[in-house]
């Protein structure tokens, strides 16, 4: 069973995700595919619950951009972890299209991952393999230093470094 | 912890740690420590483990574990010189080798001793962090930065801007494949901008503000590319915004289905520069702001560590120096070819090779490490560099010291005039460590050298770049050797391919194949048959290279493989 | 491969791997044991036995104890058992530019 982690804590997942051949769609939130999505647009608009959106990780941000007001969250696809595009898939969301709601990183993520999720801009994380729990409880309080600027508003301490992590 | 690095001697330019600093590099010690131990444990497979302990610069070669220390740009303290020489003694088999990367690598590692040297490593502000991974890498540099006669911007200054802004990146840290960056500010390349990811040439601009000319998909291996210009002229407080838009325009289209089609060449070659450049462009408009932009306060505190030393005010030339030249030929031929000028009067740059006649490229015993820390606490403000040349650097010792630093070098076998001659030959670690390899490198660079080793021959073929790597991945830029080697497996045995004509400086080029593959026993002969062809065609003043680029590849081919060949 | 012509069942075959803790090359032996020396290898003549030692060594693997077992052509002449490719005799000996490190100089990594 899937766990949500939100600041580095468990948290109830009110979201269903949704299959692209599911004949009807639950009521409550739901997140679907992008090909869905297209497919089904009028259909899930018109429905008065939130909607969140999964992209794969060669979906880009610029694929939903214009459709973004109508989605509470957007969930970023790790087929394996090296695969990083979704990195730069949240920050652009945040920062070019100005995207205030959830991004929920799905798929295959590293606890040794999770500071950069939180920097990029993501807000939650499904974690498939609850034997990793402990490390994920533990990664936001690793490192407490960053070199560069990100999504979360850091303390700046001096040059180019900055305080993080002070979630744990 | 105990902090060893600052001492009396310590008075050239280096980045100096503070707290913020060592916290973090403790913290990223600890953990790896847990990495480790989640490891052990079983709770992280190889494959899960494998790109963690890479971004921690450590592979598992053919005989061990192999650590990989990172040297910022080449620059290096005695007192850090001295602890890797600890390190060497006490979890490896007393020696380091010195890497085209600047860096400085362990054969002998055991995966349990790690996290007690990563903390040894911390004691002298050192680490192994991005050493290898699909990450930013160790930023390189011109091994004379901040030396040099030519030089017009410090390289430096931004190469630790770099080093820092790419620590732990949050977004580019799982990239397609390795992303190498290099600096130089001189209009001679010291530090082979063309095979770089990203290369970065400072220069004055017009307003005479420091610039750069940014130069892109670079890079050797399967299908070598030589970088092509990006963008000129970008103003100082746009660096970081625009490399930001360039790794995440390669972050989000580089190639990710075929590893050897995954670097940033491919996408340069595929895409095509002008569009490539359109795109990094519309997303630079998009990321420039105040968040992002380096402001020149940053600069300014940054370039404070890289003051130059307290030089003296010395006359340039040295009559003692030239008493010692003339009574002594041994010394002379060093001054020659392992000394060159700097930007100071009265002082001098100094190669201390690595390549004596017979020895393994890049090699230092344990003993010759603090030999050479000892050096340079007495001969250059207890600083020094590695070059991408494999070589170590003194950068600022006074010309009237030279005899006395070339007796103390003879004394550890560290004497030898061959920079940049025959004998100066880049290897890579080859088939006798490397799990990626081949074929040997190491034990033909020896014997080409030890053909080579009469010094009056070396120094009348004069430059000569012989650069020879293990497998196509081409650790050992055979691709810009003046002569490059490249090692593959035909059938099980160890093959060699010759090429000529390659080049990683301003006027860098990619070798072409003289001839048919050879064996092992036969690529030290073709050398030589390569090297008479030159100095039998050489015009007055001309350099290997120069010979080759004249007369063609084909002449040389004819020459030394017959006309049939 | 060295010999083109050859096919897996007549060749002989050993499985080597590096220790996870160590990183040390090691071959597997009789009992299912890691040893230090090629010459203690358990040298398989049949594919079908080869193929299965190697699953008991991933599954050594997955155990934490090695690190990616595989196998390996191996020749026989003199009582002596040798790798038949270059790369797999330097991991037997220790690098060929060091006669004094490694398993060929009598060192345990």
Not at chain 2, 220 to 238: V, W
Not at chain 3, 19 to 45: M, Q
């Amino acid at each position: 069973m899937a766990l949500l982690l939100k600041d580095g804590a468990v948290a109830e997942n009110s979201w269903l995700a949704i299959d692209d051949e599911a004949v009807t769609v639950p009521e409550g939130p739901v997140i679907v595919s992008l090909e869905r999505w297209r497919r089904d647009r009028a259909a899930l608009s018109a429905r008065n619950t939130p909607l969140g959106v999964r992209l794969k990780s060669d979906q880009l941000a610029g694929e939903v951009a214009a459709d973004l007001d109508r989605f509470t969250l957007v969930a970023l696809e790790f087929p394996v972890f090296r695969d990083g595009r979704a990195f730069s898939t949240a920050r652009e969301l945040r920062e070019h299209h100005g995207f205030t709601g959830e991004i929920r990183a799905v798929g295959h993520v590293l606890p040794d991952q999770y500071q950069f999720l939180v920097r990029t801009g993501f807000t939650s994380v499904e974690v498939a393999d609850t034997a990793k729990l402990e490390s994920w409880r533990h990664a936001l309080s690793e490192i407490s230093v960053a070199y560069q600027a990100a999504l979360t508003d850091d303390t700046p301490l001096s040059n180019l470094r900055r305080r993080v992590g002070t979630v744990g | 912890m105990t902090h060893l690095q600052a001492g009396p001697y310590h008075q050239a330019g280096q980045y100096h740690y503070d707290e913020i600093d060592r916290r973090f590099l403790a913290e990223r010690v600890e953990q790896f420590r847990r990495q480790v131990e989640r490891r052990i444990s079983g709770e992280l497979t190889e494959a899960e483990f494998r790109p963690l302990r890479l971004m921690n610069g450590l592979y598992l070669q053919l005989h061990a574990y192999m650590l990989r220390v990172a040297v910022p740009y080449g620059v290096l303290s005695s007192a850090q010189l001295r602890q890797l020489a600890a390190i060497g003694r006490k979890y490896d088999r007393g020696y380091g080798h010195f890497t085209t990367r600047q860096n400085l690598q362990f054969n002998w590692i055991k995966l349990v001793d790690v996290p007690a040297i990563l903390d040894d490593l911390a004691k002298v502000d050192m680490h192994a962090i991005q050493t290898s991974g699909n990450c930013i890498r160790n930023v390189t540099t011109d091994q004379f930065a901040g030396a040099a006669e030519d030089e017009v911007v410090d390289p430096r200054v931004y190469a630790e801007i770099m080093r820092q802004w790419s620590t732990l990146h949050p977004e580019f840290t799982f990239l397609p494949r390795k992303f190498k960056i290099a600096i130089t500010g001189s209009p001679h390349d010291r530090a082979a901008l063309a095979i770089h990811d990203v290369a970065v040439r400072a220069r004055r601009l017009a307003d005479g503000a420091v610039g750069f000319d940014i130069y892109v998909g670079g890079g050797l291996g399967r299908s070598p590319f030589l970088a092509k210009l990006l963008r000129e002229g970008l103003p100082e407080a746009d660096l970081l915004a625009y490399l930001e838009a360039v790794l995440r325009i390669y972050n989000q289209y580089g190639r990710r289905d075929n590893i050897y089609k995954a670097r940033i060449k491919i996408l340069v070659h595929e895409v095509g520069i002008d569009k490539l450049r359109q795109q990094i462009d519309a997303e630079f408009e998009r990321i420039r702001g105040p968040k992002y932009r380096l402001e020149s306060a940053i600069v300014d505190a940054i370039r404070a560590h890289f003051a130059p030393p307290p030089f003296e005010v010395l006359p340039d030339e040295v009559p003692s120096v030239v008493v010692a030249m003339t009574g002594d030929a041994a010394f002379a031929r060093w001054v020659q070819t392992n000394v060159v000028r700097h930007r100071q009067p009265g002082y001098a740059s100094v190669t201390i090779s690595l390549k004596p006649a017979g020895g393994i490229p890049g090699d230092a015993t344990s003993e010759q490490m603090e030999a050479v820390a000892d050096l340079a606490e007495r001969f250059s403000f207890g600083e020094l560099r590695v070059s991408h040349e494999q070589n170590l650097v003194l950068a600022h010792v006074r010309r009237d010291a030279l005899h006395a630093l070339w007796t103390e070098l003879g004394k550890h076998g560290l004497e030898t005039a061959n920079a940049g001659l025959i004998g100066d030959i880049i290897a890579c670690p080859g088939l006798d460590y490397c799990a990626l390899a081949n074929a040997r490198s190491i034990p033909l660079a020896q014997q080409i050298s030890e053909r080579f080793a009469d010094p009056e021959r070396q120094h009348l073929i004069g430059e000569l770049k012989i650069k020879m790597s293990g497998c196509i991945n081409a650790c050992g830029h055979h691709h810009v050797g003046h002569i490059g080697v490249l090692g593959v497996d035909k059938h099980g045995v160890e093959t060699y391919q010759i090429t000529i004509g390659g080049s990683a400086d301003e006027k860098a080029a990619l070798g072409a194949v003289v001839g048919p593959a050879v064996g092992y026993d036969e690529v030290t002969d073709k050398i030589e048959r390569l090297v008479a062809a030159y100095l039998d065609w050489r015009l007055e003043g001309e350099r290997f290279i120069d010979t080759v680029a004249r007369l063609g590849v084909k002449a040389f081919r004819e020459r030394v493989y017959g006309p049939a060949a | 491969m060295a010999r083109p012509a050859e096919g897996f069942a007549e060749g002989l075959r050993v499985i080597t791997a590096n220790r996870l803790d160590s990183g040390a090359v090691v071959w597997f032996g009789p009992g299912d044991s890691w040893a230090h020396r090629i010459a203690a290898a358990t040298i398989f003549e049949r594919a079908e036995e080869a193929e299965a030692a190697l699953e008991r060594a991933k599954a050594a693997a997955a155990a934490g104890v090695v690190v990616e077992p595989y196998l390996i052509e191996v020749v026989r002449g003199d009582d002596r058992v040798r790798p038949l490719r270059p790369r797999e005799l330097i991991r037997s000996l220790g690098p060929s530019v060091r006669a004094d490190l490694g398993i060929q100089a009598g060192q345990q990594q």
